[in-house]
């Protein structure tokens, strides 16, 4: 497997306390990889980090192996590093189509074509990037009538028509119902198979990341204490001690 990103060291003091706290690891290739852990255990500020929002305090990225540590958010998202982006009040005015064009004028450098005859341009190709979440039938609704999982997937269609080879996504079922979070996780799964799209993602629902990821990791306090597959998580003695009495995290291996 190839390794697209890699993380060494991380940190991030907030006046002497450290949000993240030495964080290493790496993203293969096709790999679809979550980052689990108590609420302020530093995975928004790893997240923020890696696309630039954020200076790290110390530590490096690489992409493809090379440095990309403390470059600017544009720089790292025209390097290929996509995220989710909510849909904004301006965006909801548009159809669901159109959202998806102006992504792809935005990725072709073509956004000073906006004009009327904009919306002829690249319909084919948002159309692709429809179906893939399966939308291509409310293709032309306005995106302000959409159910709230419909806005999810079009908000994944938009990062994909921006051709990432990694996908970053923070909490994207947040605010759904489990079994519309179960639906999106298993759609970006069929999308890191079918595109060859490394992602990493955040999530609460211990459900979803154990039926979906390849690998997960767990921080805690700053820290990782767990990087492997389900097995290795669930069976590690630090994770279990976080998550004690903390709900789903050992359902499946109790079951089991
Ligand atoms: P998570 O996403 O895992 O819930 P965060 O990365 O949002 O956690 O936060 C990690 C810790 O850093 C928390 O204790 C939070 O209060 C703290 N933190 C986050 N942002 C700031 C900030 N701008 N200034 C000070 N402390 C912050
Ligand atoms: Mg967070």
Request: proline content about 3%; some cysteine; overall charge neutral.
């Amino acid at each position: 497997m190839t390794e697209i990103l890699r993380v060494e060291n991380l940190k991030k003091s907030y006046d002497g306390f450290l949000a993240v706290n030495g964080v290493s690891f790496t993203v293969e290739q096709g790999e679809l990889k979550a980052l689990i852990g108590p609420n302020g255990a530093g995975k928004s500020t790893c997240f923020n980090m890696l696309m630039g929002q954020l200076k790290p305090t110390a530590g490096e990225v690489f992409l493809d192996g090379q440095k990309i540590t403390r470059q600017k958010p544009r720089e790292i998202w025209r390097k290929g590093v996509g995220r989710t982006f909510q849909i904004t009040s301006t965006y909801q005015s548009m159809t669901v189509i159109e959202n998806v064009q102006m992504a792809l004028l935005s990725h072709h450098h073509r956004l000073f074509a906006i004009a009327p005859r904009a919306w002829k341009l690249y319909r084919d190709e948002a159309l692709e990037f429809l179906r893939i979440v399966s939308m291509e039938d409310q293709a032309d609704r306005s995106c302000s009538i959409l159910a709230y999982g419909d806005l999810k997937r079009l908000e994944l269609a938009i990062a994909l028509a921006h051709r990432p080879r990694l996908l970053l996504m923070d909490e994207p079922t947040a605010g759904m119902a489990p079994t519309a979070r179960v639906a999106l996780m298993q759609l970006v799964a069929d999308i890191v198979r079918t595109q060859g799209v490394s992602v990493l993602f955040t999530e609460h629902d211990m459900d979803v990341v154990f039926a979906h990821a390849h690998h997960i990791m767990v921080l805690n306090r700053g820290e990782l204490i767990a990087d492997g597959d389900a097995t290795e998580v669930r069976n590690n003695p630090q994770v279990q001690e976080v998550y004690l009495g903390g709900g789903t995290l050992f359902k499946e291996a109790q079951d089991a």
